[in-house]
């Protein structure tokens, strides 16, 4: 079975849900303390940790996700994956449609080793800008270290494609170094 069969999604109900946002406590309680939200923005957190559900409440601005992906991006720059995978995941939670975030989070869980979360997160990323290179190149890299040559090769094979942009060449580059190398891998395996 391939690692994308097995690729989870959000929690898919309110109970599943409430457990997930029970289990950050700890996060929360640690983000309310901070000057990373207002007062109004406290207070909808505070109401997603009493098992809210996201239906109930719609007002988070934008720029206040950012900047909790902008604070996931330092920690896991200074080393801290597990802080910044938490953060992340807390801003998906918050707009399970916000692309960046996922992308995000499904970087941050491939460097952590949990490719099938990871998984789970660039296909939901991919779900909602089909044309993300960056995107599909980790994809890649996930399958590729999951064994999955083929399926790499694929993953690859559409960022090329997609690429563009001020980095488009060099992501574009990359992408056809790792789809050559997935080929050679594959070539390797089935000679064996």
């Known amino acids: 079975m391939s690692i994308l069969d097995k690729a989870a999604g959000p929690p898919v109900s309110k109970d599943e849900l409430v457990k997930a946002l029970t289990a950050m406590g700890p996060t929360f309680q640690s983000l309310l303390d901070s000057d990373v939200f207002d007062a109004r923005t406290k207070s909808i957190i505070e109401l ?6 996201l239906a109930d409440i719609f007002e988070i601005p934008a720029d206040q996700r950012h900047r909790l992906l902008a604070k996931g991006a330092g920690m ?11 953060i992340i995941e807390l801003v998906t939670m918050l707009e399970p449609l916000d692309e960046k975030a996922l992308l995000a989070l499904g970087t941050i869980l491939s460097l952590q080793g949990r490719y099938e979360q990871a998984v789970g997160a660039l296909l939901r990323c991919l779900a909602l800008d089909a044309l993300n290179a960056e995107a599909y190149l980790r994809l ?14 694929e993953a690859f094979t559409l960022a090329g494609i997609h690429a563009s942009g ?27």
């Not at 997603?48 to 559900?53: D, V």
């Not at 001020?166 to 789809?179: K, N």
Request: overall charge positive.
């Open 48 to 53: 997603l940790g009493k098992g809210l559900s």
């Open 76 to 86: 896991a720059a200074a080393g801290d994956l597990a802080g910044a995978a938490k």
């Open 140 to 153: 890649g890299e996930c399958l590729m270290k999951a064994g999955e040559a083929d399926k790499a090769a």
């Open 166 to 192: 001020p980095s488009g060449e060099a992501t574009a580059a990359r992408a056809a170094e790792l789809a050559r190398l997935c080929a050679r891998s594959a070539t390797a395996a089935s000679a064996n």
